[in-house]
C-alpha cells in the first residue's frame, strides 16, 4: 500500500499504481472509516472549493445556460479548456440545486374545464364530424352530426365531400330554423369548429360557443359515443360507392335512432319521445302496465317502484358541475 501510495503522490494514475504496486485497485482506494474525533483523507482528486465555483460560474455563464453538462463539456474541450468530468459538472449543480430542464420551455396554460348542463331539451348541443370509408382507399366523406345533450335527440346530419367552416355553418343555419336556437353549443377543437366563420355566425345569434380541451375525447362524450354506435351498428357498411349512397343511409340510420331506438341514458325512451315532451305520457302508460302485472302477479315484484332502468334524468351534463354538499346533484 505504501507503493502505491508513493506512485499516487508523483502523479501516476490510480489504476497504473495499482497495478505497479500489485495490488486491487478498490482496495487501493479504500479508506477505512475513521475513528470519533480523526479527519478523514481527502481524496487526492477532489476539486477545491475555488475550482468548483470556477465551474459554477462556467455552467451558469450566459454562453451554457441553455446547455446541458454534456454539450458544455465538449465545447470546452473543442476550446482547449477542461475544469472537470461530465458527471463532476452534474454532482456541482446537484449540489446547488440546479439539476433540471435548463432550457427556457413553453409554458401552455391550463384550459378551463367545459361544465355545461342541459335540463331540458333544446338548451346545449353538441357536434362534430366522423369520416366515412368511401368507394377506394383513402378516399373519405365527411358526416356532420349535431346533438341535443338532453334528449339525445340527432338535429341534424349532413354528408359532404369536405370538411369546412362554411358547410358547417350552412348546418347550422339550418338546423336552428327547424329546432330552434339553443344556448350553446359545443364541440371539439377541429379546424371547422375553430373556424371564424361558424364563430361568427354564433356570435351574430348570441349563442355561446363552448370547446372541448385540447386531446381530452371525454369533453365531447355524446358526439363520440354516437360515433360508435353508428360504427359498430351491424347495418353499417363497409364502405360507400357513392356520396348519395352515404346520404341516403345516414338518413335512414338517423330516422331509425331518433324514432325507434330504445335509449339507456333517457329511460329507455326515444329520442324523439324526449325531444318532443311525449315520454312523460309513455311514462304513465308504462307505469299502468306494470300496475296491472303486479296486481296480477304480486309475487314476481320486490318493490311498488318501477324500474329504476325507466327513470328519466333530470338533467344532462358535460363534464358535471360541482354541486355544495347540500344541493342534490340530478341524476
Known amino acids: 500500500m505504501a507503493a502505491y501510495r508513493d506512485l499516487t503522490a508523483v502523479g501516476v494514475s490510480t489504476r497504473d499504481a495499482a497495478d505497479l504496486a500489485g495490488v486491487p485497485r478498490s482496495t487501493a482506494m479504500y479508506t477505512p472509516r475513521t475513528r470519533a474525533g480523526s479527519t ?43 475544469y472537470c468530468s461530465i458527471s463532476t459538472m452534474y454532482r456541482i449543480l446537484g449540489e446547488n440545486q440546479q439539476v433540471k430542464e435548463r432550457r427556457r420551455l413553453a409554458r401552455h396554460p391550463a384550459r378551463t374545464v367545459p361544465e355545461l348542463v342541459a ?11 366522423t369520416k366515412l370509408a368511401g368507394p377506394v382507399k383513402g378516399k373519405y366523406f365527411d358526416c356532420y352530426v349535431m346533438i341535443d345533450i338532453f334528449s339525445r335527440y340527432i338535429v341534424g346530419a349532413h354528408v359532404h ?35 371564424k366563420t361558424v364563430a361568427a355566425l354564433l356570435a351574430d345569434l348570441e349563442i355561446t360557443r363552448s370547446h372541448s380541451r385540447p386531446r381530452v375525447s371525454n369533453d365531447n362524450p355524446y358526439s363520440e359515443s354516437w ?17 348519395g349512397d352515404a346520404r341516403a343511409f345516414m338518413n335512414d340510420f338517423v330516422e331509425g ?34 300496475a296491472k302485472a303486479r296486481a296480477s302477479n304480486p ?3 320486490t318493490t311498488n317502484n318501477g324500474p329504476k332502468i325507466l327513470s328519466i334524468p333530470n338533467a344532462a351534463w358535460i363534464n358535471q358541475p360541482a354541486k355544495p354538499d347540500d344541493e342534490p346533484v340530478a341524476a
Open 40 to 82: 478523514r483523507a481527502v481524496p487526492v482528486n477532489k476539486l477545491s472549493g475555488q475550482e468548483r465555483a470556477r465551474v459554477l460560474q462556467t455552467l451558469n455563464h450566459p454562453r451554457f445556460v441553455d446547455l446541458p453538462p454534456v454539450q458544455i463539456y465538449a465545447q470546452l474541450l473543442d476550446e482547449d479548456t477542461y
Open 119 to 129: 335540463t331540458a331539451p333544446g338548451q346545449v348541443y353538441t357536434w362534430d364530424i
Open 161 to 195: 365531400h369536405g370538411e369546412t367552416g362554411v358547410l358547417a355553418q350552412e348546418m347550422m343555419k339550418e338546423i336552428f330554423t327547424i329546432h330552434g336556437q339553443p344556448h350553446v353549443v359545443h364541440a371539439d377543437r377541429g379546424t371547422s369548429m375553430t373556424s
Open 227 to 243: 360515433f360508435k354506435t353508428l360504427k359498430y351498428a351491424p347495418v353499417f357498411p363497409e364502405r360507400f360507392a357513392t356520396i
Open 257 to 290: 335512432y331518433n324514432h325507434t331506438h330504445r335509449h339507456t341514458g333517457i329511460g329507455l325512451n326515444t329520442p324523439a319521445d324526449v325531444h318532443y315532451g311525449l315520454a312523460a305520457i309513455k311514462a304513465r302508460t308504462r307505469a299502468s302496465t306494470l
Open 299 to 301: 309475487e314476481r315484484f
